[in-house]
């Protein structure tokens, strides 16, 4: 199974920008991979942020954006506020069958 | 609106199954896949496998290949993911979310103990 890759953490001060990515052991992550960004925070659901690498469902805050960044899918959140604060996890398709990275654990600090 | 309705929680003794219910609200239920997600204490979200409505076509993933079954009845719209042969670290949440895993459910706990 393949295995896919996140930074255990980040911290990313109030008003600025940061860059999550989310690579794969298979090789370069592409949209082929259908990348999704997904915000988890305690005791809720996932909230889907980004679907199929860069489109934004009508409830994404425009501060959060979707691409491919060096051979990896990344997430980058310009502006951050505290409510950012979560851990994110993108999860990739491998011919259907799908893998969640493990997570990044965002501080806005 | 597209509702996810789960079923409520489980404590299960190791060595049983469970069965979860998922039941969709909002728009035709054999236009999306459903997937299963689970979160466990302290651990990751964990991709487990999703059915197709339609014909009843599953994928799942290897980690729980054998002991884990995703069926959909398309009479009631509603989906549901068994998991057999219990042990304690399939303690977690469950999560069932639509096809384009924009809409989720609000997750069952199920409780693995003696």
């Known amino acids: 199974q393949a295995v896919v890759t996140q930074e255990p953490s980040l911290t990313v001060s109030p008003g600025g920008t940061v860059t999550l990515t989310c690579g794969s052991n298979t090789g370069t992550v592409t949209s082929g991979h259908y990348p999704y960004w997904f915000q988890l925070k305690p005791g809720q659901a996932p909230t889907a942020l980004i679907s199929d690498t860069s489109n934004k469902h009508s409830w994404t805050p425009d501060r959060f954006s979707g691409s491919l960044l060096g051979g990896k899918a990344a997430l980058t959140l310009s502006g951050a506020q505290p409510e950012d604060e979560a851990d994110y996890y993108c999860l990739l398709s491998y011919s259907g069958a799908r893998v969640f990275g493990g997570g990044t654990k965002l501080t806005v600090l | 609106e597209v509702q996810l309705v789960q079923s409520g929680a489980e404590v299960k003794r190791p060595g049983a199954t469970v069965k979860v219910s998922c039941k969709i609200s909002?728009?035709?239920?054999?236009?999306?896949?459903i997937h299963w997600v689970q979160q466990a204490p302290g651990k990751g979200l964990e991709w487990m496998g999703r059915?197709?409505?339609?014909?009843?076509?599953?994928k799942y993933t290897a980690k729980f290949q054998g002991r884990l079954t995703i069926t959909a009845d398309t009479s009631t719209d509603t989906a549901y993911m068994e998991l057999s042969s219990l042990r304690s670290e399939d303690t977690a949440v469950y999560y069932c979310?639509?096809?384009?895993?924009?809409?989720w459910g609000k997750g069952t706990t199920v409780t693995v103990a003696t």
């Open positions: 979310a639509t096809g384009g895993l924009d809409v």
């Open positions: 909002g728009y035709t239920f054999t236009d999306f896949y």
């Open positions: 059915v197709d409505p339609e014909d009843g076509e599953t």
